[in-house]
């Protein structure tokens, strides 16, 4: 399991898990909720990188065609760095998706898309 390049993103955008839940409306014409577990799902972390050179978007696309979407791994605390994200222990991280990169004179963008899944998903 190879962490994700140690490369500090230009902005990052995080949705935080929620619980299943089952609503059912009741005879008085309330609801009700149920929780269905106890582990909470759907943690969404969008990194964005931005660099003059080649090399930055190499790391990651290179980490990406060793993990692809089915291998999870470590983000190393720089990428999470002043950021103030609290996770659940145990939990990895695995691409939503491919990177995208775009391409302008003097600058390289490279997106990232990545979901938090719980150690039994694994």
């Known amino acids: 399991m190879a962490d994700f390049p140690s490369l500090s993103p230009q902005t990052r955008t995080y949705i935080p898990g929620s619980y299943a839940v089952r609503r059912a409306n009741t ?3 309330g609801q009700v909720a149920v929780r269905k ?3 909470a799902t759907d943690y969404y972390l969008s990194l964005t990188f931005i660099s003059d050179s080649v090399d930055d978007q190499n790391k990651i696309f290179t980490h990406f065609a060793s993990q ?3 291998q999870p791994f470590d983000i190393p605390s720089v990428v999470l760095e002043n950021g103030g994200f609290s996770f659940p222990s145990g939990y990895q991280w695995i691409y939503r998706d491919a990177p995208r990169v775009t391409y302008e004179p003097d600058k390289i963008t490279v997106n990232v898309e990545l979901e938090l899944v719980a150690p039994y998903d694994i």
């Open 27 to 29: 005879l008085a014409g």
């Open 37 to 39: 577990n106890n582990a």
């Open 68 to 70: 692809n979407r089915f």
